[in-house]
Structures are given as C-alpha cells and as structure tokens.
C-alpha cells in the first residue's frame, strides 16, 4: 500500500507559523516530483509549491518570502514551512508525490489532507 501521511497543520493566529510535513511510505522505488497544494472552502485546488527530486523548489508567488518548501529523500519526505501566516492560508493542504514503484511507471498520489486555520 503506497500511502502519503501528512502531518503538522493546526489553528493558528495572524503572523504565527506552521510546519507541515509529508511522509510517503510503502511500495516505493523512487519518487520525481513533490508538492504542496491547498484548497480553500469555494475555491480550486492551487498548486502552492513543488521541489524535485533533485531539490530545485518553486514556491507559488502569492507565498513567496513567507513559505519555503524542503525535501528529504532517504525519509522519503516533503516539507512546508509556513512563516508569517495570513487569513487568506487558510486552507486544506494536500501533499501530492510522483511515485515509481516496483514493476509500475510514476503514478500520481495525494495525501488525505491537514487542515491550516489562520484566526485569531
């Protein structure tokens, strides 16, 4: 069972800050892509960063200079570091994962999402 464990969101207040962390575990030979996204109630899923296997990251322009994405690839792991949270975070986050596993091409998965609310 190829499964993606999220971890780390939470209620904050503006200006706090989150780490979300994403675990990716069972039939795995190797993992391209990982990602963040984030859907807010009424609103289209959004990509909000990327890093590839090789650790080059892209964070979207709406979170630039706040958020920094970070990977570790023997855990087989994915991190979002959120600084300086705005209500408009407020979100579900998804971890999403490019994985190859034994006698399969890369296939797309999705973590089950965490829930980041910024109030005060």
């Known amino acids: 069972q190829m499964q993606l464990a999220e971890f780390g969101g939470g209620l904050v207040p503006p200006g706090g800050s989150l780490r979300l962390s994403c675990q990716a575990s069972?039939?795995?030979?190797?993992?391209?892509?990982m990602a963040w996204f984030r859907q807010a109630p009424g609103k289209q899923r959004e990509v909000v960063a990327t890093i590839t296997r090789d650790g080059t990251p892209i964070v979207d322009d709406s979170v630039k200079g706040r958020f920094t994405i970070s990977r570790d690839g023997a855990l087989n792991s994915v991190f979002l570091q959120m600084n300086r949270l705005k209500p408009v975070d407020t979100a579900v986050y998804y971890c999403?994962?490019?994985?190859?596993?034994?006698?399969?091409?890369?296939?797309?998965?999705w973590g089950r999402g965490t829930q980041v609310t910024v109030s005060s």
């Open positions: 999403y994962a490019e994985v190859m596993s034994l006698g399969t091409d890369f296939q797309p998965y």
């Open positions: 069972g039939n795995i030979y190797r993992i391209e892509t």
